[in-house]
């Protein structure tokens, strides 16, 4: 079973939807979790980041991590063409939590169709 | 969040050869990372590289092939030796906080591509 584990995708939705992606991992004991996006070309930047259960929200993204069910997810609220890129989940299984040492799925590549 | 620079930002190199990458941060950070992104894949962590000690190595990568320097708190080096087309990848250096957060920010990266 691999690490983190995201739908490679591509992901197609149509501008002004809800773009929901979706990332499972392994390590119960992971503390804190990361969506990153790239562009083509372009290196990873970070959309956000969660630590706790529930829901955290940043303009027209939410993050929502379910630690039980090892489920995080993130989605794009009025999604806009300049969105589509690959969407990258990271997890930190160290204890303490932080942002070193992360381990990243494969990416989900959206598309948002104008 | 840290600015970070790194060189060259692509190079194409032969077979059997080195290259070291060079990545400077525009704050001191404790620690710096090494990742690699290789075709059409996600980030691999490559190692870890502490101010002031040896470099701490991910599964399946040994400090003979990444050496990694880090003679001070902004600056730190991967070398990646003696070549195959298999190295042919991204590497990104990256770093937590620089500004007090903690957030894992990276460099453009260096496409490498060996023949």
């Known amino acids: 079973q691999k690490e983190v584990e995201q739908n490679s995708g591509p992901l197609s939705v149509p501008e002004g939807a809800i773009a929901s992606l979706n990332c499972t991992y392994s390590?119960?004991?992971?503390?804190?979790f990361f969506w990153y996006r790239q562009y083509s070309g372009k290196s990873p930047e970070l959309i956000m980041f969660?630590?706790?259960?529930g829901d955290k929200e940043d303009g027209r993204f939410t993050a929502q991590l379910n630690k039980a069910s090892q489920y995080v997810s993130l989605l794009i609220r009025d999604s806009q063409p300049s969105d589509s890129a690959t969407y990258l989940c990271?997890?930190?299984?160290?204890?303490?939590?932080?942002?070193?040492?992360?381990?990243f799925g494969k990416g989900t590549h959206l598309i948002i169709q104008p | 969040s840290a600015v970070i620079s790194q060189k060259p930002s692509r190079d194409i190199c032969q077979r059997g050869t080195s290259l070291t990458i060079q990545c400077q941060v525009d704050?001191?950070?404790?620690?710096m990372f090494w990742y690699r992104q290789q075709p059409g894949q996600s980030l691999t962590l490559i190692a870890t590289?502490?101010?002031?000690?040896?470099?701490?190595?991910e599964s399946g990568f040994v400090i003979d092939k990444f050496p990694i320097s880090r003679p001070n708190l902004t600056f730190s080096t991967l070398t990646v030796s003696n070549m195959s087309p298999e190295d042919s990848s991204i590497y990104l250096c990256?770093?937590?906080?620089?500004?007090?957060?903690?957030?894992?920010?990276f460099g453009a990266g260096s496409r490498l591509t060996v023949l």
């Open positions: 969660i630590y706790s259960n």
């Open positions: 390590d119960r004991g992971s503390q804190s």
């Open positions: 990256s770093v937590v906080g620089g500004s007090g957060a903690n957030v894992l920010t």
């Open positions: 704050s001191q950070v404790t620690m």
């Open positions: 990271a997890v930190n299984k160290r204890s303490g939590g932080g942002a070193d040492g992360l381990t």
């Open positions: 590289a502490n101010q002031g000690s040896e470099a701490t190595y």
